[in-house]
């Protein structure tokens, strides 16, 4: 079946004054209508080249791009203009105008853009007054109503995020290109404008295609991914299968290197079992590790534990083991837990979330 | 002594300062402004890259530039008579101001311009935007407080221009204190006229700086 966007052989060479340097090489794809589609690669990969190719912002040296079965170098500048309003892009920095508040940054698409020059119309054929009325529709699904008003630089963020995807969506556009668009916010943050993301491609059906660097976001989102490296598609497919079965090199590390952050949203999961429950941190030094104490703190007390986070840290260079675990529910089997560790040689410390 | 006929003269030679300075730096900005688009978005990273336009631009530019006034002055007659009529005259100071201060304008717009970030620029043309809405919607827009900081310093540098009037019998306030106190040692005329031009140039600074201040969205 023929994609909504379909990416045929596509190179791209840039010319400079010492060299040509071949951001991409020979690169095909197929993205099927409805899916988010991940491009995850390393920096310097080219993944931000092959995403302005697909709407024509760098025109590719060789190869075809075709959206919706129309090659795009086969336009006029009008008619891709035109094709543009129908192919949202946010962006890394959130490119916001910043003399302008959020309700007049999302309308200008609407009033600007190419929306409505397909029919040969001169500009949007929208009125001001309309546009607005549409801008605060779009505001109130990205959850940023009361901020109409504001100028981006009052805004955090992942504020400015969910304004930029409100502009996105302004032109009822049929994909929507994310550039790196949770790279520059925190882990939470990033969280949120990934649900945002998913509930538009679910409510809209509009086909998502993210650029990253983070196979933590790739992982929580897509459906599928292709992997760029060093200008070539290594591996292209199902997440899951590609997550179960890596074929190439390049696939193998970025999932080995996405662990340390998955473990990010593990923790999460972990700091919400602790809520309630009486947790403790116990430090092991070298001379605590003969016996194997937990194992004999279970025996002698006939109550379990969970062992929630087990870890070897290295402090001063000398190796320390640290522990994290939830005690039964009952009080006086706590205090008699924690002495029986302090007796052993322990550092006991009530804790109520991770201090990293 | 000072007598009234001074009041008089020196009043006269604020409003005639004041006409210069403002009209040339209006027909400056006329011309200035479409030259430093032009610079801007022909240049190799500007929205239309043309590497002979700029060039013809650039090389006009600096040539206008490296032009000194007074040489100017009396260059340009030929054009300042067909404009005007006559070749003397507060009037006719004007047209040579504003050739001068337009090349001048329009490398100050061009700077500001360029300080409008790309990807502000790159989003405008995912949605469609046409080259001429990016210029007007996007880069005068975000450009705005730059360009106003640039239009007191060109207040300012026509202003110091203008003092040169004289040599075309031009009048202001340049000329008298030229003429009184570089002519005739009444340095007392000259000290009233120079404060009057720095006043003149101090509520320029002001007014200007208030004004990009308050339009500035991006820090409150």
Known sequence: ?356 | MWTSEMTLMMWEGTLETLFMTLLSTLFGYLLGVPMGIALAVTDKNGIRPNAAVYKILDVIANIVRSIPFLILLILIMPLTKLIVGRSYGTAATVVPLTVAAAPFIGRMIESSLKEVDHGVIEAAQSMGASTMTIIVRVLLVEARTSILVGVTIALGTILGYSAMAGIVGGGGLGDIAMRYGYYRYESDIMLVAVVLLVILVQIFQTLGMRMSVKLDRRKR
Do not use: W
Not at chain 1, 52 to 79: A, M, Q, Y
Not at chain 1, 145 to 150: D, L, R, T
Not at chain 1, 296 to 324: S, Y
């Open chain 1, 1 to 356: 079946m023929a994609g909504i966007i379909e990416v045929h052989h596509l190179s791209k060479t840039f010319v400079t004054r010492d060299a040509d340097v071949e951001a991409l090489q020979d690169i095909s794809l197929s993205i099927q209508t409805g899916d988010i589609y991940g491009i995850i690669g390393m920096s310097g990969a080219g993944k931000s080249t092959l995403v302005r190719c697909l709407n024509f912002l760098e025109r590719p040296t060789s190869g075809t791009v075709e959206i919706e079965g129309k090659d795009l170098s086969t336009l006029s500048e009008k008619e891709l203009r035109a094709r543009r309003a129908e192919i949202a892009m946010i962006f890394q920095h959130f490119n916001l105008l910043m003399q302008k508040n959020v309700i007049d940054n999302i309308c200008f698409p609407l009033l600007y853009g190419g929306v409505g020059k397909k029919d040969g119309g001169k500009r949007g054929t929208m009125s001001k007054k309309d546009a607005r009325k549409r801008a605060a529709e779009l505001l109130e699904i990205v959850g940023m109503s009361e901020k109409a008003k504001a100028y981006p630089s009052q805004l955090s963020g992942g504020q400015k995020q969910r304004v930029a995807i409100a502009r996105a969506l302004a032109a009822n556009p049929k994909i929507l290109l994310c550039d790196e668009a949770t790279s520059a916010l925190d882990p939470q943050t990033t969280q949120s404008i990934l649900q945002l993301l998913k509930q538009i491609n679910r409510d809209y059906g509009i086909t998502i295609v993210i650029i990253t660097h983070e196979m933590s976001v790739v992982r929580e989102i897509c459906s599928h991914v292709a992997i760029i490296s060093e200008g070539r598609l290594a591996e292209q497919g199902r997440v899951t299968d590609i997550f179960e079965h890596p074929r190439t090199k390049e696939a193998k590390e970025l999932i080995v290197k996405g662990e340390g952050e998955g473990s990010r949203t593990l923790e999460n999961r972990q700091r919400d079992l602790m809520k309630g429950k009486c947790c403790i941190r116990i430090v092991f030094s070298v001379n605590s590790s003969f016996e194997p104490v937990i194992a004999n703190m279970v025996l002698r007390f006939g109550q379990p534990i969970n062992i929630l986070r087990a870890d070897t840290k290295n402090v001063e260079g000398i190796a320390r083991g640290e522990m994290i675990l939830s005690l039964p529910d009952d009080v006086r089997i706590q205090e008699d837990m924690k002495a029986y560790l302090v007796e052993r040689g322990l550092a006991v410390e009530e804790v109520d979330g991770y201090v990293d």
